[in-house]
C-alpha cells in the first residue's frame, strides 16, 4: 500500500450516511419510548382503577355487614379515622396511618357470614353460638386476603387480629403481645371505645367516661398498654374526630381521599 492510499482510508464521505442512519434510530428510539410511556401509565391507570372499584366493593360488603349490627354504619367509618389518628400519634408512618383508615372499616367484613340469630342475640352466646361467631375474624381474612394488593393484605391482617388479646385468650389464634399485628392491636383499641359509645340493639351506649373507665381496665389483658396509654393521652382529640366524623356525616368517600378531614364546627348545626 502506497503512501498516497491512505487518505482514501480516512474519507469522511460514508459519515453523512451513517449520520443519517443514527438521526433516524434516535427518532425511531424516541418514539418507542414515547409508546412504552404511554402504556406503562395506561397500565397503571387501568391497574388503579381496578384497585377502586374492588375497594369500594369491599367497602359496600362491610357497609352491608354492619348494617346487621348497626342501623347507620358510620361505626365503621369512625374506626377508620380513629385508627389513622392514633397511628399517627403512635409514631407511626404517614403512610401507614392512611393505608390503616382505609383498611380498618373492613374489620369486621366476616359478619356477613354469621347468622342474624347469633349476630343480633341480646344475651350471652351458647358455646355452639360463640363458635359461630368466632369465625368472623377467619372469614373476614379468606374474602380481604385473596388480593395481592396491599390495602387488602392490610386489611386482611386487621381482620384476622383484631380480636386477639394482649394476654394470649383471644380468637381465633390466641396470639400474645407484640406477635398481634400493630394494626390489629389499634383496630381493637378504637373499635372496643366507639363501640361501647354508641347504642347497639342489646344495649343503650355508654358515657364516654365510662367507657374510658372500661378501656383502662382491659389494659394490659385485652389491649397493648402501650397503644391504650396513647390512646389515653389523646383521649380529648380522639373524640373530637369521632364526633366529627358523625357532626359531618362523612362516609367513605371522605374516608378514601387522600386529603385532610374536613371539620365543621359544633355550633354550624
Known amino acids: 500500500m502506497s503512501l498516497d492510499t491512505l487518505p482514501a482510508l480516512f474519507d469522511e464521505g460514508p459519515v453523512p450516511e451513517a449520520n443519517c442512519f443514527g438521526d433516524a434510530a434516535a427518532a425511531q428510539m424516541e418514539r418507542m419510548v414515547l409508546d412504552f410511556g404511554r402504556m406503562y401509565q395506561e397500565r ?10 374492588h375497594h369500594d366493593a369491599l367497602l359496600r360488603l362491610s357497609r352491608a355487614a354492619e348494617y346487621r349490627d348497626d342501623d347507620t354504619g358510620v361505626h365503621i367509618v369512625r374506626i377508620g379515622y380513629l385508627a389513622w389518628a392514633l397511628a399517627l400519634r403512635l409514631g ?3 403512610t401507614f396511618a392512611a393505608l390503616l383508615r382505609k383498611a380498618a372499616p373492613m374489620h369486621d367484613i366476616g359478619k356477613i357470614g354469621v347468622p342474624d340469630g347469633v349476630l343480633k342475640k341480646p344475651g350471652s352466646f351458647t358455646p355452639e353460638e ?41 380468637y381465633p389464634s390466641r396470639l400474645a403481645g407484640e406477635a398481634i399485628p400493630l394494626s390489629g392491636r389499634i383496630v381493637a383499641v378504637v373499635d372496643f371505645f366507639d363501640a361501647l359509645t354508641m347504642d347497639r340493639c342489646y344495649r343503650p351506649a355508654f358515657s364516654d367516661a365510662r367507657a374510658i373507665e372500661m378501656l383502662r381496665a382491659e389494659r394490659g389483658a385485652a ?23 358523625t357532626r359531618n356525616r362523612l362516609d367513605f368517600e371522605d374516608l378514601t381521599q ?12
Open 92 to 94: 407511626q408512618r404517614s
Open 44 to 53: 397503571n391507570e387501568a391497574l388503579q382503577e381496578v384497585a377502586r372499584a
Open 130 to 170: 360463640r363458635a359461630v361467631m368466632n369465625q368472623h375474624p377467619a372469614i373476614g381474612a379468606e374474602i380481604l386476603g385473596r388480593s395481592r394488593i396491599p390495602l387488602f393484605q392490610l386489611a386482611a391482617e386487621v381482620a384476622l387480629s383484631h380480636h386477639e388479646r394482649w394476654d394470649g385468650t383471644g
Open 258 to 269: 387522600d386529603v385532610p378531614l374536613r371539620i365543621v364546627p359544633r355550633d354550624a348545626h
Open 223 to 245: 389491649f397493648d398498654p402501650r397503644v391504650v396509654d396513647c390512646f389515653l393521652d389523646n383521649i380529648a382529640d380522639m373524640i373530637e374526630l369521632r364526633d366529627s366524623v
